[in-house]
């Protein structure tokens, strides 16, 4: 499947419940990541192999001029390239419109991820007037075809009872076809399903083991909540120091929460030997990012005047280099 730009995916979210856990508790409630945007691509060979090819290595205008040609004999796929070449204005002009007309001709020949973009392009209202009820259909069409963007995005319907009958064990369902398809997005949304026994039995080890994956994937909220249960020993065995790896990459890339928990167990020596100064220095970053903890302001406050300044110093850095608020 072929990257695409994403739309803005502001119609479903669901909540996350987490159990509080002893020296680092799970991330309070909190919607879920947006969905991925609309995107087309070689998922049915189609003979547009040369079309694909080109637009892989950026070499647009032959990706249009071969799709053009594919398209003209009938080829869906052909036409799917189409529309995300016009919907990314690669080779030719953006025009969302054209891409619309595309990905509907395309769709309406039976290629999934045509049907994919175009819901996503009638739920943004891009290229066509917002139209909640089709993209539905688009998107369970989609889906029942195999396509894993779609189903996990009507998962997430499902899910919340937006445009259809809420069904936490449909929603489950989806989210499996999608995370079996190797969607990190559906295996962390599976996997809070599972943690707290909605739309399907409570399993805290099921759940674990997709944060896991889904973690090893990228997903960063699932970093953070496989490196708390493996720092606690909840749904996986325990392993302090594993964990606390695993929350420095999570804190590197920008997650408060994983921050948060860092600083706390640079704080306790847990994992990691104690280190005042990167403790209170990623307490900083965190708060700046909205991570409050009081307990950490207790700790900040006791050390001496030197290891404050170096850790103000050290998160002024850090937050330089990626334009966060400063304390």
């Known amino acids: 499947m072929m990257a695409g730009r994403r739309s803005t995916w ?35 060979q189609g003979g547009v192999d040369l079309a694909y090819g080109a637009f892989q290595r950026g070499y647009y205008l032959t990706a249009f001029a071969e799709a053009t040609k594919r398209a003209q004999q009938g080829d869906p796929v052909a036409m799917t390239l189409l529309g995300e070449l016009y919907a990314q ?7 969302d419109g054209k891409a619309a007309e595309w990905y509907k001709l395309a769709a309406d020949r039976g290629d999934r991820n045509a049907m994919f973009a175009l819901a996503m392009f009638e739920i943004a209202g891009r290229g066509v007037p917002r139209n909640f009820e089709d993209a539905t259909r688009l998107l369970e069409r989609a889906a029942g075809l195999g396509q894993p963007l779609a189903a996990y995005d009507l998962g997430l319907l499902y899910l919340k009872g937006q445009q259809v009958m809420q069904d936490p064990a449909k929603a489950a369902a989806l ?27 409570k399993d805290i080890r099921r759940a674990m083991g997709l944060m896991r994956v889904a973690s090893l994937a990228g997903n960063l909220d699932a970093m953070v909540e496989f490196a708390i249960g493996e720092f606690n020993g909840t749904g996986v065995s325990k392993d302090e120091a594993a964990a606390a790896q695993l929350l420095l990459k999570a804190a590197r890339r920008g997650s408060p929460i994983a921050q948060n928990r860092l600083a706390r167990i640079l704080m306790a020596g847990r994992g990691t030997p104690a ?17 409050s903890d009081p307990d950490l302001d207790l700790f900040a406050s006791k050390q001496p005047e ?22």
């Open 175 to 201: 989210f499996e076809k999608a995370a079996q398809e190797g969607n990190p997005e559906a295996q962390y949304a599976l996997a809070t399903l599972y943690k707290e026994g909605r739309g399907v039995p």
């Open 89 to 95: 204005g690669f080779g030719v002009g953006h025009n």
């Open 10 to 44: 502001a119609v479903v979210a669901f909540l996350m419940l987490v159990t509080p856990a002893p020296l680092l508790a799970q991330p309070a409630a909190k919607p879920s990541p947006p969905a991925k945007p609309a995107a087309a691509g070689k998922a049915d």
């Open 306 to 327: 030197s290891v404050r300044e170096a850790a103000e110093k050290a998160a002024k850095k850090w937050m330089s280099t990626l334009n966060l608020p400063r304390p």
């Open 275 to 291: 280190n005042p100064v990167e403790a209170i220095k990623w307490h900083i970053v965190s708060k700046a990012g909205g991570a």
